[in-house]
């Protein structure tokens, strides 16, 4: 006999003196594996679908973020027209501050009989969000001009974001805005600069966006279209240079960048032109929501 083939007490292991006797091999105890399981993420929200065997008694979810759900899988589980008939189907939402990368989500079940399983996936989190954008707020300088009656403004506004490579236009506008009486003809203006406010209709809009996606690009022409005469008294006061006769020139260009990183629940964002010659401003107004997409009623099997 070699020794590969001695008994363990000729081996020198005084604590087994005699030869074992033959052992009996015991069957593997049955694992309490789910008939189905599977994980979804959308936004901040996970969400657990779970189809239990006839010996599963209960799943433990750990969400990777300190929280966990225990779910009751011998009490019947709350219908559901997005879950498979027989199904669990367990949500939970993270916290905006957390919701940035991966989270590992793991799932624990015992059997009645004793048994266990583990089951994991790693999720990446993307928070969606709705970003709404009022009707946009124009304000200018008063007309000025002895030669016309009233103010005439040409407002040109694309909004547009790139996506996969594309440029894709959210909508483009031209506005004719003539806000109120200006002075009478052959009357001199307000000494000072007195302030008209307008609303350009249709220039609110709602998109969709996630912390990866490209900034909304809002591109804005502001253009005082003045009548002859009023161009002839546009030069008399810019060589006259007094401050009591402000004017736009031209057309002024303005450009917005919208994006959720940058923006709070509600947000207005500023761009102005303002100088001697005049003044003349664009506001955007509106509010960033971040899309929870929860289903309601929660599960019922909830421990």
């Known amino acids: ?25 015991l069957e593997p105890t049955q694992v309490a594996r789910l008939e189905l399981i599977e994980f979804l993420i959308d936004s901040v ?70 048994s266990t399983s583990f089951e994991a996936e790693t999720l990446r989190i993307d928070p969606r969000f709705t970003v709404s954008v009022d009707p946009v707020v124009v304000r200018a300088t008063d007309h000025d001009s002895i030669f016309e009656d009233r103010q005439e403004f040409a407002i040109w506004v694309r909004v547009y974001q ?23 003809v052959g009357e001199l203006p307000p000494v000072g600069r007195r302030v008209v406010i307008g609303v350009l209709p249709q220039s609110d809009f709602t998109l969709e966006m996630t912390l990866h996606d490209e900034a909304i690009a809002i591109y804005t022409n502001y253009a005082d279209r003045d009548s002859t005469f009023g161009k002839v008294w546009d030069g008399v006061t810019e060589w006259l240079k007094d401050p ?38 664009f506001e955007f107004s509106g509010t960033l929501r971040l899309i929870v997409p929860l289903d309601a009623p ?6």
């Open 1 to 25: 006999m070699d020794q590969s083939t001695k008994p363990i007490a000729s081996l020198g292991h005084p604590a087994y003196a005699e030869p074992l006797e033959a052992a009996t091999l």
């Open 45 to 114: 929200v996970a969400t657990v679908t779970m189809i239990p065997s006839s010996t599963n008694r209960e799943a433990t979810i750990d969400w990777g973020d300190g929280a966990t759900d225990v779910v009751d899988l011998r009490k019947p589980p709350a219908t559901s027209p997005l879950a498979p008939p027989g199904a669990y189907r367990v949500q939970h939402a993270y916290t905006l501050g957390a919701a940035l990368g991966k989270v590992l989500v793991s799932v624990a079940v015992a059997s009645v009989d004793g």
């Open 162 to 184: 790139w996506r996969d490579e594309e440029r894709e236009v959210i909508y483009e506008h031209e506005w004719k805005w003539t806000p109120g009486r200006a002075p009478g």
């Open 244 to 281: 009591g006769f402000p004017e736009f020139d031209g057309s002024v260009n303005f450009s917005t960048f919208l994006h959720p990183k940058d923006l709070s629940p509600t947000f207005t964002v500023f761009r102005n032109y303002d100088t001697r010659d005049g003044y003349f401003s």
């Open 298 to 303: 929660p599960v019922s099997a909830l421990a």
